[in-house]
């Protein structure tokens, strides 16, 4: 059964077992039929987590032979759409991790120094960051030719292509597909670790109320009551409201 708008299947995972038809008092086909339960139960299990069913639709993803999809997104979503959301994720944020560690010592022209890297998107002029963000939202619909959404990115021409394929760089990868699905790994490897990293970074300066760099400031003796965030959520959660 095919869900609306998303190219998987529900309940891929067959519920059809061999049932044993031998008689209980004959112990070796009753064993025989365990063992092919046993196998069968195998050959649908994931790799990586067994205890779960085999993830249906990664088959020729490249990370996808670790079969690990534990809530079941690539059973429910378009898991082309949802590769490209992982990469695309990844590679920002292996960008960010190196801009949030470099904005301490290095700045753009124009944009004053801000030690801790949270606090830039305040003290940056706005003119700069309007044009980032004009930026970004172009390259982001220009390279989708405004298809951005699950139901309409892998529509027409976007079904010719791989997740995270935006023909940028090919010509620098080996020609040899084996070499090129190392580097794609690699990659993917990566991205999910600078995602982590990120997280981690951005929750250090939360909790030191500081600079990433050093990761423990003189004197600071751990965390102190509440984050007094300069957010509205942290206005809310201190008391500054009144609320």
Same mark, same amino acid.
Not at 46 to 52: Q, T
Not at 54 to 73: H, I, T
């Given at each position: 059964?095919?869900?609306?708008?998303?190219?998987?299947?529900?309940?891929?995972?067959?519920?059809?077992?061999?049932?044993?038809? +031998? %008689?209980?008092?004959? &112990?070796?086909?009753?064993?025989?039929?365990?063992?092919?339960?046993?196998? !069968?139960? #195998? /050959?649908?299990s994931?790799?990586?987590?067994?205890?779960?069913p085999?993830?249906?639709?990664?088959?020729?993803?490249?990370?996808?032979?670790?079969?690990?999809?534990?809530?079941?997104?690539s059973?429910?979503?378009?898991?082309?759409?949802?590769?490209?959301?992982?990469?695309?994720?990844?590679?920002?944020c292996?960008?960010?991790?190196?801009?949030?560690?470099?904005?301490?010592?290095?700045?753009?022209?124009?944009?004053?120094?801000?030690?801790?890297?949270?606090?830039?998107?305040?003290?940056?002029?706005?003119?700069?960051?309007?044009?980032?963000?004009?930026?970004?939202?172009?390259?982001? +619909? %220009?390279?989708?030719? &405004?298809?951005l959404?699950?139901?309409?990115?892998?529509?027409?021409?976007? !079904?010719? #292509? /791989?997740?995270?394929?935006?023909?940028?760089?090919?010509?620098?990868?080996?020609?040899?597909?084996?070499?090129?699905?190392?580097?794609?790994?690699?990659?993917?490897?990566?991205?999910?670790?600078?995602?982590?990293?990120?997280?981690?970074?951005?929750?250090?300066?939360?909790?030191?109320?500081?600079?990433?760099?050093?990761?423990?400031?003189?004197?600071?003796?751990?965390?102190?009551?509440?984050?007094?965030?300069?957010?509205?959520?942290?206005?809310?959660?201190?008391?500054?409201?009144?609320?």
């Open positions: 059964e095919k869900w609306p708008f998303f190219d998987a299947v529900v309940n891929a995972v067959s519920t059809d077992a061999p049932q044993a038809t +031998s %008689s209980r008092f004959c &112990g070796a086909a009753l064993h025989a039929g365990t063992a092919r339960h046993a196998t !069968a139960r #195998r /050959a649908s994931s790799k990586s987590m067994p205890f779960l085999k993830p249906q639709n990664l088959g020729g993803l490249v990370g996808g032979e670790a079969e690990f999809d534990p809530l079941g997104f059973d429910t979503f378009d898991v082309k759409w949802l590769r490209e959301a992982e990469l695309k994720h990844g590679r920002v292996m960008l960010a991790t190196i801009g949030f560690a470099a904005e301490q010592y290095v700045q753009f022209p124009g944009c004053p120094e801000t030690p801790d890297a949270l606090q830039a998107i305040y003290t940056a002029p706005v003119n700069l960051t309007g044009l980032l963000l004009f930026a970004a939202g172009y390259i982001e +619909s %220009s390279s989708y030719n &405004g298809k959404t699950m139901l309409d990115m892998f529509e027409g021409e976007g !079904a010719k #292509r /791989a997740p995270g394929d935006l023909n940028f760089g090919k010509r620098f990868l080996p020609t040899d597909k084996a070499e090129a699905d190392v580097l794609a790994t690699k990659e993917l490897s990566n991205g999910r670790l600078a995602m982590l990293a990120f997280s981690g970074m951005v929750h250090h300066n939360l909790v030191v109320k500081g600079p990433l760099f050093p990761l423990f400031p003189e004197g600071w003796e751990g965390p102190q009551g509440s984050w007094d965030l300069d957010s509205t959520a942290g206005a809310l959660n201190s008391g500054r409201l009144g609320l």
